[in-house]
Structures are given as C-alpha cells and as structure tokens.
Nanobody, 114 residues
C-alpha cells in the first residue's frame, strides 16, 4: 500500500548538507520519471528536482548548483543531495512519480537554522 518512503531529513546549520532518499515501490521503476517536492507551512507544494527515466534531470532555479537528484534503478531509490543549505530550504520534502502522482508519502522534515 505504501509506495513512497522518504528519509534522511534532519536539522542542520546554514551551509551544511543533507542526503535524502526515496524508496519507490512500483513496478517498472526503470521506466518511471520521478521528482522531489517540498512544502513549507503556508506555502504550496513545489517541485524542486526532476529526473527522467533515462537519467536526465532538471531543477528549480533556487536549487540549481546546490541540489543533485539521481536514481538507482537497481535499488528503486531516488537520492537527493542538498548542499549549502539555507533557512529557505526548511520544508517537508516528498518524492513522487511524474507526471501521474501516486498517493503522497509522509515526507521527511528538513530544518535549516542557526
């Protein structure tokens, strides 16, 4: 029933890094485009990074140069490396399939504060 499980969040200081992971339990994962999203309190959920089935990726402007999305088609995981974090990155981070979304997982909390 649970198809998306995010992990790896935590509390860090500005400038530090975190590595998130998403375990995806779907058939034919190798053919599935994926994305990471985030949603802060009072704000809409936004796409932060996308990765296509073949490997190419793209990012929202504020994440370019800091975030790196990848995929492991053998392990059915979608890692997200976040570098040089700042307080504006504080949010709950989710992964999901795209363009057709599955039910959302619980997400993983990232808190960046000094």
């Amino acid at each position: 029933q649970v198809q998306l499980v995010e992990s790896g969040g935590g509390s860090v200081q500005p400038g530090e890094s975190l590595s998130l992971s998403c375990v995806v339990s779907v058939p034919f994962f190798i053919m599935q485009s994926m994305a990471w999203y985030r949603q802060a309190p009072g704000k809409q959920r936004e796409v932060v990074a996308k990765i296509f089935s073949g490997g190419p990726s793209n990012y929202a402007d504020s994440m370019k140069g800091r975030y790196t999305i990848s995929r492991d088609n053998y392990k059915n995981t979608v890692p997200l490396r976040m570098n040089r974090l700042n307080p504006e990155d504080t949010s709950v981070y989710y992964c999901n399939c795209r363009p057709k979304l599955l039910d959302w997982g619980q997400g993983t909390q990232v808190t960046v504060s000094s």
